[in-house]
């Protein structure tokens, strides 16, 4: 059950680690997949570098989302649906700090 609560963050990882994969910045693929690695240890410290990681993770995703949205209006292109996307993932980043809160995660980590 407690797979179910971490699921929310594990995908948030999975997609940044594409995002920099994609990006070919393949020394930032390891961070996400060290916090997936994370997410075994249950240790009280665990929550907190977890939650740092989607915060950044967040800001990475509107970093890009201001950096592709300047490249396409400089073009002439639409821009709306991928701000929306990409706003988001941003958003469901930022959220899935919240399962750490929920009482069953945090008596996981207190041991």
Known sequence: ?????????????????????????FLLVA??????????????WVPLVLQLALVLGSLEWLRTLVELVMERRAFG????RLSLILGGVALAALLSCLVFRAARLRAHFQR
């Open 1 to 25: 059950m407690t797979f179910a609560y971490l699921s929310p963050a594990a995908l948030s990882f999975l997609l940044l680690a594409a995002h920099f994969y994609r990006a070919n910045q």
């Open 31 to 44: 961070v996400p997949l060290l916090m997936l690695a994370l997410m075994a240890l249950r240790r009280r």
């Open 77 to 80: 292109q639409p821009f709306l």
